[in-house]
């Protein structure tokens, strides 16, 4: 089971979640999903101070990435990167739980009900 970030992904929550100076010790990223969109599941990023009780705490490239328990099972194997493009820049997740999204690309679904 794991999380991990991409070179470009750690780099971006290093320098916003280092700014942020709420934690110690190494920079924190909560991911996770919540039931939304017209797919089944939307993405939750936010940067965090601590683990909460009952979080998957994985390691990758210098920051810790907390994934709550009920999340875990949809997530587990996402490699999540950061793009700039244009006018625009944002995370973009390879979920090998996801078998289709919508349209927007607001939302997901798995193969497996949750």
């Not at 979640?17 to 934690?23: K, L």
């Not at 110690?24 to 939304?36: D, P």
């Not at 709550?68 to 390879?94: C, K, N, P, W, Y």
Request: hydrophobic share 40%; net charge neutral.
């Amino acid at each position: 089971m794991a999380v991990t970030l991409t070179a470009a992904a750690a780099a971006r929550v290093r320098e916003y979640g280092g700014a942020r100076g709420g934690g110690a010790g190494l920079a924190k990223l909560r991911f996770g999903v919540r039931k939304s969109g017209c797919s089944g599941f939307g993405y939750v990023v936010e940067y965090a101070d601590r683990a909460a009780a009952g979080d998957r705490v994985f390691t990758s490239r210098g920051v810790e990435v907390l994934v709550d328990r009920e999340s875990l099972a949809v997530v587990d194997g996402t490699v999540i990167d950061f793009r700039a493009t244009g006018l625009g820049a944002m995370f973009h997740f390879d979920n090998p739980n996801a078998a289709a999204s919508c349209g927007c690309g607001e939302s997901f679904t798995t193969a497996e009900p949750q």
